[in-house]
């Protein structure tokens, strides 16, 4: 945007469309001015408006996916930035930026009209220092509730020394909830416990053994990763970050993320014999991400670590040997460049590719012994069929994508729906299970283990009949990128959770003024009190697993 102030009053211009919508008709008065991203139109409204306009691009426009919420400041204002998406074509997107003056950062919340917004707003004031008006609860929600200052604005003194205490925990329903007969009981789970499967910590309310509510309480592995990325170069230095996000398996996935939104800001071309490796890499980190996932599920609901537990471990360590063999590294690949990749394929190819190739062959049995241990095992389906039930409509109100929402039934899925890379040239199929509860996720990635198995065998084929001449890794980029000033861009892929998302915003230089990672785990996570209230302490903890988060990308 021009640095003038974006609060004065001024014609829209052709705002532009939203894929078949017309935003200036659509929204008429409510648009003061123009902000077109990258990837999407973009408008800018009044604070006071914010309600008004996101209800009428969901009801009226097809937007029903507020896929991120990115705040920032600039030397003249502060913005807040709704990312909406459409969850039956990605592709129709718009940008919602709303500016706030610097004496005065207050603006309308979006909570009423999109539950995400709750999380996301809440990050905003917490990092960034922007107060948003009818929101349900605004308060911190990585840092403790006693920080001095806000990290991501610009008047923060890094060098203030910080004071954090510990207070004393409350029922925060007593009173509401307590009924004659009983008492509700204030319970923490976490954050040091193995079945947050990391450090979240829940507080839960319980009457009985009923859940009356549950609220996550994040941000104790909170390390900064979009600042540390915003101190870093585009071309060398941010790629090593996104393989700690989610460190557990989906490397490579988060390195596209990047690679995706870099290139995008910066036009720049991927070879297509990079972008078969790419698609490769990409399914055989979410091979790994579904099998840890399986496995710590079984251990969750059926203590099943002599069995299942341990398959899924043997299976997630065969799909590492071959990342190993392509990358060099285990877990931390650091393997995409912008524009490409690092290298080819290990020598001998042939040795390489037999060795996935003896992989996927055993595959399918093993597929059958998770669902004779655990899909068909009686204990295991009483704990799961009918527990944790995520309707729809909730789903998309909280932004969930990923298993978590075809789970739900929401056929949405970035590989097919917004495509990159060579997903659009193979065979393979979306993975969606109806029910929407704990056993229907278990489902939903069991079967996509065999659709992304799918694609690591085309692929295999494709790489080996590729010519010897025309193996292209890498397109020529310049050693130092620095994107046009004021570019933006939101760019997003499939993660093994979800959405991964990246918003980037150049400043003319060879690092971001601000980067921006949309968590799916975050979002996902947030659900979480909708899947748990009603259900027994022991359901919670099913419903907990069966989300799949992990706290490095919760947090970042």
């Not at 902000?35 to 604070?47: F, S």
């Not at 009801?59 to 204002?77: I, K, L, N, W």
């Not at 104790?220 to 790629?239: A, G, K, L, V, W």
């Not at 292209?472 to 093994?496: F, I, M, W």
């Amino acid at each position: 945007m021009s640095s003038e102030s974006a609060l004065e009053s001024r014609p829209p211009e052709a705002v532009g469309s939203g894929g078949d919508v017309d935003l200036a008709a659509l929204l008429d008065d409510a648009v003061i001015a123009r902000d077109d991203h990258l990837n999407a139109p973009g408008v800018v409204i009044r604070p006071d408006e914010v309600q008004s306009v996101l209800a009428t691009l969901r009801e009226e426009g097809g937007f029903d996916h507020c896929s991120c919420v990115t705040a920032q400041q600039y030397p003249d204002r502060f913005e807040t930035i709704y990312h909406l998406k459409s969850y039956a074509d990605p592709t129709r997107e718009v940008s919602v930026v709303v500016p706030t003056p610097i004496d005065e950062p207050v603006s309308e919340s979006a909570e009423p009209v999109f539950r995400t917004a709750d999380w996301h707003e809440r990050e905003a004031y917490d990092l960034v220092g922007i107060e948003y008006e009818d929101h349900p609860e605004l308060r911190r929600i990585l840092l403790p509730e006693t920080w001095q200052g806000h990290p991501l604005s610009l008047s923060y003194d890094q060098d203030q020394p910080q004071v954090v205490t510990l207070s004393e925990h409350a029922n925060p329903v007593a009173g509401d909830e307590r009924r004659p007969e009983s008492e509700t009981m204030f319970l923490n789970i976490g954050p040091h416990h193995p079945s947050t499967h990391g450090v979240l910590h829940v507080e839960a309310v319980l009457d009985g053994e009923t859940v009356v509510d549950a609220e996550p309480d994040i941000g104790y592995i909170h390390r900064c990763e979009e600042q540390m990325c915003q101190q870093s170069t585009y071309r060398h230095q941010i790629m090593p970050y996104p393989d700690r996000w989610d460190w557990v398996s989906s490397g490579l996935i988060n390195e596209w993320a990047y690679a995706r939104a870099a290139e995008d800001l910066a036009d720049i071309e991927v070879p297509e014999y990079a972008q078969v490796i790419r698609t490769m890499g990409a399914e055989l980190s979410r091979l790994a991400s579904h099998f840890i996932a399986v496995g710590t599920y079984a251990l969750d609901i059926v203590g099943e670590f002599t069995a299942a537990f341990q398959y899924a471990i043997r299976d997630r360590e065969l799909v590492l040997d071959i990342l190993e063999a392509l990358t060099g590294q285990r877990m931390m690949f650091n393997y995409l460049r912008l524009g490409g990749v690092a290298w080819d394929l290990p020598e001998p190819r042939e040795q390489f590719i037999v060795q996935c190739r003896d992989f996927l062959d055993g595959l399918p049995a093993k597929i059958d012994e998770y669902h004779d241990l655990l899909t068909g095992n009686e204990i295991f389906q009483r704990r799961c069929v009918g527990t944790g039930v995520l309707e729809p409509e909730t789903a998309k109100q909280y932004g969930c994508t990923g298993p978590v929402a075809r789970g739900s039934g929401i056929d949405y899925d970035l590989r097919r729906d917004d495509t990159y890379g060579y997903y659009d040239e193979l065979e393979w199929s979306v993975v969606a299970e109806p029910d929407g509860d704990n056993y229907a996720r278990v489902l939903v990635r069991l079967r996509e283990v065999e659709e992304s198995a799918k694609i690591v065998d085309q692929c295999l084929d494709l790489l080996a009949e590729w010519p010897d001449d025309d193996r292209k890794l890498q397109s020529n980029v310049p050693r130092t990128l620095k994107p046009d000033a004021d570019a933006e861009t939101y760019r997003a892929v499939e993660g093994a959770k979800g959405e991964l998302g990246i918003y980037i915003r150049s400043d003319g230089t060879d690092t971001p003024a601000r980067f921006k990672i949309r968590s799916p785990c975050f979002s996902n996570l947030s659900a979480l009190p909708e899947l748990a209230r009603g259900e027994y302490v022991a359901d919670l903890i099913a419903a907990i697993g069966s989300l799949d988060c992990i706290m490095g990308e919760v947090d970042r």
